[in-house]
């Protein structure tokens, strides 16, 4: 921790915010400049409420934090990249995965055709959601169990392991039982219990980025996953909140390598929600790949015209089926392979 | 709804989206312009993934909500403001209520302490975290239910009602059972669940604004508290996430009047997280008065430099003492008056 | 500037760094962590580009400015308040100086009544945009020079400064023989040659924030101004942008008393763009002179509804007029004036 | 345009509203539903004012546009891409563009060695500052016409096309005589009449867009170019301004594709600012690509950590020659190609 004196400090509050860090059992290392001192803070470990502490403290211009607020996500603790297994699909390893699936379970029918198409075209794995977080309370908010057996008996017929949103910590048991995978959406990021909870279950967790969380806010809210033991976390960019209104969300698709640099966590990409329209979930899949991204989570449906939520954001079986062969050239082009046909590929 | 098609729309893509409105139960009203036709829904009720829907069709350039996502938190459905007693505190009055206290209930001296000095300054209502949302697992995360048993104590030896935060829907029966008031936090602002639980409780829930949250969303989030049957919600300003970083968020005082056009709902607001700064919490507080506001929520410490949380944003006892009458004046300019010195100020 | 090494850095990029620094004739003070450190840069003056070098460097996490980017607008350089006058109106005193007048001028008629009216209700400067920025190259760009001309006549009548906006370098000339203060626009904020000519002008210039501009820039921009030796630099909030669409902006009321802390420059407000709804204007008015603004600019304009820019911002005549003595009550709450009546109210 | 009028509005304020729009010599269209109104507006033109006025009406709850605020740059008025040659270069072909060089022009070998470096990897185009915006007046501002005169000559030696930024509407002149391409930075995307002389000049434009301009506005601003009859214009994305601090600025990868189905103008992509980081200008170029750009814009520098400005995201020539085989592979796997060895590409 840094702290930067204000020009014109008194030598008494330079002194008082000498003390206050020593209080902590903490040293400091003082240079004193022109116009302004800058005192180090050294030892650890330092308690997190010191920064806002010293802020208060007369003379103090600001403070800085050194160190990361995560470390279990960190690179620096473990870098080699994550990989791991769902069911006999490879996460973080360098084939793109691609996960595929309506945005919600509407029907037995329904989400086993869309298992069925999605498979046929290369996805690995499916999307369904049994619990919808919505914005109002008069919208489709899911099948709840239903939905998830619904998904159980999908997974039977086609192979494709399943990941599921869950919404709230006493639902945790009952959709690990189901899922292979614990979504945990944008609204949750942040939702820390829930987190916590997902991390107990050790299950593998794709956590999404909130709208308006920051990179380093997100990899700490991952941190609490993986404090609980899991180490199997997907971070999923899917789109910021910002003043642009062409898009739903802003897909910040330069969030992938920066939390590759920073962390050793796959990172998946969600087009779907990211712009918020079909049209742009091609383009924005085919960037995502460029960029670096392990995976990819797109919105498919058999009648998007007809879909319970999010029918403006999600592809026809054909387009998505269209859309595989191209997110292919692209993974050779940066030398990974994308989807099931993964060996026919590289053979290619 | 409205439907707008696209410049150079064909006839067929026309016919299509009426008949999709149709297949609904519902009319169209059309309205055939130079280079695009307008088509009107009429009927109710329409459903929510309607809009959707539209989208994805073909010759559709636009689809435009007319109908709000929330009903029962609308001014339109309940014309006159909402007015409650918590205890003896009288909120969405004309007096403008004052809540303040530490961010965490740290000890139970800390916590009476503060509470006698937010007394004395003529503070309504104290405010104290026992279960903490936090961005680091690593962090301080409040005492638990020791904390509402400090709360419940503090209580009975001043008077003072109490509000205290609920991170959890597991969590709401015993937090309702110590707290006046349940506070659902920016972060917990579109976790729907806790909403629900919040609202089955019948305590009056103060909601804050998410940081990306919308004013739409918002009253949609309320909308769910209230949908449970309980019409006492809060509605509480804290910032929002912008590009500017000299405060900790962009404090958007405008929605305090925004808010209260199309809602009837109180509307408090809370400078100390608005602005992260304590020398912005006076005249930020004094902004929010001005602007409309029924009620201040602000952090105080007996000493910020050693809080265990936010001590950056937290007044003094002076600071917070000497805030009060400047508050009453500008109250006063504006016909209202502020915290328990109502009566006094009244006769003066 | 602070040099914080990443951890696991070698020691060859730490001497790289301080080699790299000494090379510009500063020197370093160097603090060795557990698992990072951190170098200090000695000396004066440090080359603007220094960072932006610094971060190239391999082993480097971060590089962070001490030193602000402004030095004739800093509160260090300047302590007291800057006060001066536009004629005789006093600019940065204990009087709310209060600016109104229509978005464009479009008649001379419409700006003489509007004059008037402005005066009568106690406002002490007219605004009118004869030089328009517009989105669209088809909408509505003022009068241009007969704008001016109207102003001069108007100001003449009614003996009311002129404040209008200069929209390029070669018009300054122009424009600054007929305003008393020259307007920049948000668009303009960061033009610099335009600042610059502004600057040279010596007539007091009115800096609006840019609709994205961190406030650290703003006040970079007031320094283009003032480095060509003019003193006389009006700060204006009028909105940010961000992701809120209830609001045309979200009007940063808490940028005034950061401002006014960091810089000895007077802030105004201007809650016509800060809301873009006129039924917000009264309301974020108050909440603006509460906050400490030195100043507000409102649009007024005869009939709103047939205005030729900004009719949904703009006051009627009666609302105007209504909202002062509402301001005078705020402004005495907090111990100062509003507009011309300002001997009149402080003798009542 | 629509209207829409409120819950519980009255007839006299229906009628109000019709007649103002038959004020302006139009029709309405009436759509009277369960609890409001739609009034649609026929007839044309509509006067751009039209929209502000009626949001000034009783009983109005909200006014729409349906026509966009730009023609001759939607893709309704020219269907098919713009392309054009700069010398021997296409812009909007199959080809995509790279332009490569420093961020400021410091000296004739500085530049001259970068343009080499430049063309030897297989760019094709040359930038270079002479005139440079810059936050802060102390910071280097560019060589001015000595650094036009510096391009001049180095695209004799290398043949390649330069493109350089202007900055006020008085340079345009200057500038276009000789620059292959004139820039329209950022911080000028609306300096409107700048836009209008760089129009009138006949050079072909790259337009940035502004850190916070809607896509719309983006593109009535390229209006502002291309109504003064010059069609060359190149639409280029560079970083939006979000609440996200781990990048200089949110590279918006999806407005590529929105502006290309909105509009027929190229589109290009600046990672350089776009991210603020040298390290992530691989990936969001590959990205840039993969998702439709038709050409990219980067910042070459000989020794990042002596450049006069950015060189935190500047690429070294190492780095530069190592990217364009990969954006090559990517550009195929899309049926594009890259840079200047196009022909041997395809003939692979």
Known sequence: MII??????????????????EEEGLRTHLSIGENTAIVGVVGVP???????SLETCGGVENVLRV????????????????VFKVRDVTVGGDAVVIIGGPCSVETEEQTLETAKA??????????????????SPYEFRGLGLDGLKILDSVRAETGLPIITEVLTPSDVETVAEYADILQIGARNCQNYL??????????????????????EEWLSAAEYVMAQGNPNVIMC???????????????????IPVVK??????????????????????????????????????????????????????????????????????AKAI????????EVSIAD
């Open 46 to 52: 330092i308690p997190p409420e010191l920064q806002s």
């Open 4 to 21: 930067i004196m204000k020009t014109g400090y008194d030598r008494q509050e330079l002194d008082d915010v000498i003390a206050r860090i």
């Open 118 to 135: 999605v498979k046929a075209a290369g996805g690995n794995i499916l999307r369904g959601g049994a619990f919808k977080p919505r914005t």
């Open 237 to 255: 960019e899917r789109g910021i909140r910002t003043f642009e209104i062409a898009t739903r969300n802003t897909f910040d698709i330069s969030a």
């Open 194 to 215: 829930l987190l916590e909870e997902a991390g107990k279950s050790g299950v593998p967790v794709m956590l999404k980025r909130g709208m308006s969380v920051q990179i």
């Open 261 to 330: 640099r920073l962390s050793h966590l796959p990172v998946f990409a969600d087009p779907s929600h990211g712009t918020g329209k079909w049209y742009l979930v091609p383009s924005m899949s085919l960037a995502a790949v460029a960029s670096g991204a392990d995976g990819l989570m797109i919105e498919v449906h058999p009648n998007p015209d007809h879909a319970k939520s999010d029918g403006a954001q999600s592809l026809t079986f054909e387009n998505f089926a269209a859309l595989i062969p191209q997110l292919q050239s692209v």
């Open 67 to 82: 160190t990361k607020r995560y470390k279990l996500a960190s690179r620096e603790y473990h870098p080699d990249p994550t």
């Open 335 to 342: 030398g990974r392979s994308v989807g099931v046909e993964t």
